[in-house]
């Protein structure tokens, strides 16, 4: 279902405070320049690598994702940085992040087009 809602996925590269809920994920996402109504997933991830929410919408509401790591934390290797930013990725390593699966991306294959 989500899949289908999703046009881009940013991972924001600072640290987010994980007591705001709805609202307070959205205006750190519009001070991304991201916009969750028109289809882009914004995810965040706790400061101790052992939580990952993901924030997508469309034209009715918001969803609010949310993946806890039972068993430790994720593998994945990111740092944080002081100032809010993002990096874009693709359906596929959003899947493995929400896995928690560790993946590295050395160089992408170029998008097609017509």
């Known amino acids: 279902m989500l899949p289908s809602l999703i046009r881009r996925v940013l991972v ?3 640290r987010a405070d994980f007591r705001k809920k709805f609202d307070g994920l959205l205006g750190e996402a519009h001070r991304l320049g991201a916009d969750p109504y028109a289809g882009d997933c ?3 991830l ?10 997508v919408g469309d ?7 949310c993946r806890r790591f039972e068993g430790g934390s994720l593998r994945a290797n990111f740092t944080f940085a002081r100032d809010p930013a993002c990096t874009t990725i693709t359906m ?3 899947s493995l992040l929400f896995e928690g699966a ?6 992408r294959v170029r998008e097609w087009k017509k």
Do not use: N, P, W, Y
């Open 12 to 14: 924001a590269q600072h």
């Open 42 to 44: 914004i995810v965040f």
């Open 46 to 55: 706790k400061g101790d690598h052992t939580q990952l929410r993901a924030l």
């Open 59 to 65: 034209r009715l509401g918001l969803f609010l994702v």
């Open 92 to 94: 596929a390593e959003l």
């Open 102 to 107: 560790s993946f590295t991306v050395h160089r």
